[in-house]
């Protein structure tokens, strides 16, 4: 029996030792591959982060109108306005030219003023890389005003941009990683004798804090008691599908007004003759258009949503054929 084992062994020695080989160089090219393997996967956007769509040279215009027919309650608007001010009789004479409505603004050919236009990427996972853009300080005003003239806000609707995606740290869609964009946004008075607080309240608590900060004498040209609102507020963009902020003034409860805060600088308001242009569009592919009027709401396809259309599509034209959100 011994000499049989023996003769087993020296048979299978061989054997074993060929399997040991190869198992061992089996398992150096596992090793091999797990490394290509994770090479790889540290290349590839993690799961999640969002993607940069580049800017481009393009400009997307046109004008936002009023259909015809269709007329607000002027006379409801400026009754709300008198009851307001008449009832703080203390500022009747001091800001008697705030007794006409501005929320609706519109001119002789139609177009309405204060209309709100931007454009966001076609899909929600996606961002515009405006580094470049911020850091030529290209394509947005360095400062932005929220005046206050005869006790009411001007301009009645803003959008600023606090803030832009950062392209080498995005974050997810649902929480997105932001640089500051080094714009300023003042909070001006320009009437000596009259005080006035500016009260900021937002919608989404990601945006930062509610502001409410009473306001000395302040122009462009004194800066020095102006409110810088996004270091107060400590703004930056959020979710827009929630709203504007909201601005008013508690010692004058009659005045409103409404900003954007923008992760972009592609966007605008309209003026008097209800025209507004954005450059920087993207030179190809599809975006989206957000056109929002404070007593209209959205007035784009697919509302909050926005409207997808063709980037190159360099005409957009709107009408507003209500005077109501509902």
């Known amino acids: 029996m011994s000499r049989w084992i023996r003769n087993a062994g020296l048979v299978l020695m061989p054997a074993l030792l060929l399997s040991v080989a190869l198992l061992g160089c089996s398992g150096g090219d596992g090793k091999k ?29 046109g004008t936002i109108k009023l259909k015809e027919g269709v007329e607000p309650d002027y006379d409801e608007l400026n009754a709300e306005l008198k009851k307001k001010i008449d009832a703080k009789p203390e500022y009747k004479t001091a800001c008697k030219e705030a007794y006409k409505q501005t929320a609706w603004l519109v001119g002789k050919d139609r177009g309405v003023k204060n209309v709100a236009v931007w454009l966001m990427p076609e899909k929600e996972d996606e961002f515009f890389d405006v580094k470049d853009l911020a850091d030529k300080k290209k394509g947005f005003e360095p400062e932005v005003y929220l005046d206050q003239p005869h006790c009411h806000f001007d301009p009645r609707v803003t959008v600023f941009f606090p803030g832009y995606v950062n392209p080498d740290n995005p974050g997810s869609a649902d929480s997105p990683k932001y640089v500051k964009s080094g714009q300023k946004f003042y909070a001006l ?121 063709d980037a190159k599509d360099a005409k957009q034209d709107f009408t507003i054929t209500k005077t109501t959100k509902e």
């Open 33 to 61: 591959g797990e490394k290509k393997g994770d090479e790889k996967k540290g290349d590839e956007t993690p799961a999640g982060a969002m993607k940069k769509v580049s800017v481009g040279k393009g400009t997307i215009a």
């Open 189 to 309: 008075n320009p009437e000596m004798t009259i005080q006035h607080n500016t009260k900021l309240s937002l919608p989404d608590p990601r945006g930062g804090r509610d502001v409410n900060q009473v306001i000395g004498y302040a122009t462009k040209a004194k800066l020095e008691k102006a409110i810088p609102l996004i270091e107060e507020g400590k703004l930056k963009p959020y979710d827009l599908s929630q709203g504007p902020i909201r601005i008013s003034c508690n010692i004058h409860d009659w005045m409103e007004a409404f900003a954007w805060p923008l992760p972009h600088p592609l966007g605008t308001t309209t003026d008097e003759k209800g025209n507004y242009k954005i450059e920087n569009v993207p030179d190809s592919g599809k975006v989206r258009i957000f056109v929002w009027h404070e007593k209209a709401g959205f007035i784009n396809k697919d509302g909050k949503k926005g409207q997808v259309i």
